[in-house]
């Protein structure tokens, strides 16, 4: 079965600084997405970015840019110019949909806290 | 274009009682998933509905059911409630269960 794993349950970073949120995957297939998706205290989970694995670019958005090496299955996401509103628990999330599974695997996630 | 709803926002029920949670898809998708998150943890897959169809489930009891309308929208049925069942109930949805999902602000359960 496919894990996802995120070693961090918190971090903390100035405002306008750049912070990096670790995740890590288990899987056998070739094929498949990754995600973040972040979580404020109002609870809606909120897409960040996304990653083709089969892409080897980056995938980047805005100021939230991703570090994907498929080979060592890590997708660690990068927060440039932290704003206070980026305060969130963010949450890596996996999803290969072979076999019928059209799930999200999502990892513990990451509370992140941003210093004003 | 209207994003994911669900109703009610907060609920409280007792042990043995049964509740339903509703969820309304995005505009323009046919598919929806639910996810329990318990406090602290990260969204566990309940199951998937595509057309109307039940199209992948998760390690939940039968007690957990759903359904699906034809205007796409959702329902979660979980019956003989337990204190285990308290959590945030998320529903999500996509297009053709593809990957990408969007998330709706989710129904906090509560159960006494």
């Known amino acids: 079965a496919q894990t996802v794993t995120q070693s961090q349950p918190e971090m903390s970073v100035q405002e306008a600084e750049t912070v990096t949120l670790s995740c890590t995957y288990d899987?056998?297939?070739?094929?498949?997405?990754l995600f973040w998706y972040k979580q404020p205290p109002s609870r809606q989970m909120i897409l960040v970015i996304r990653?083709?694995?089969?892409?080897?670019q980056n995938a980047t958005e805005n100021r939230f840019s991703v570090n994907f090496q498929k080979a060592a299955k890590s997708f660690s996401l990068k927060i440039s110019d932290s704003q206070l509103g980026d305060a969130a628990m963010y949450f890596c999330?996996?999803?290969?949909?072979?076999?019928?599974?059209?799930?999200?695997?999502f990892g513990k996630g990451t509370l992140l806290t941003v210093n004003p | 274009e209207t994003g994911v709803t669900q109703s009610p926002t907060h609920l409280i029920k007792t042990r043995g009682q049964q509740v339903t949670l509703r969820c309304s898809s995005q505009?323009?998708?046919?598919?929806v998933s639910w996810y329990q998150q318990a406090l602290g943890q990260g969204p566990q897959f309940i199951f998937q509905?595509?057309?109307?169809?039940?199209?992948g489930r998760g390690n939940f009891p039968p007690r957990f059911s759903g359904l699906q309308f034809p205007n796409y929208s959702s329902e979660l049925n979980v019956n003989a409630l337990e204190l285990d069942d308290s959590a945030l109930y998320l529903c999500?949805?996509?297009?053709?269960?593809?990957?990408?999902?969007?998330f709706g602000p989710g129904t906090r359960l509560l159960v006494l």
């Open positions: 505009s323009g998708h046919n598919t």
């Open positions: 999500a949805s996509s297009w053709d269960y593809q990957e990408t999902q969007y």
């Open positions: 990653q083709e694995a089969y892409k080897q």
């Open positions: 899987t056998s297939e070739s094929d498949y997405y």
């Open positions: 509905y595509y057309r109307e169809e039940e199209n």
């Open positions: 999330a996996y999803y290969d949909g072979g076999g019928s599974n059209y799930k999200l695997t």
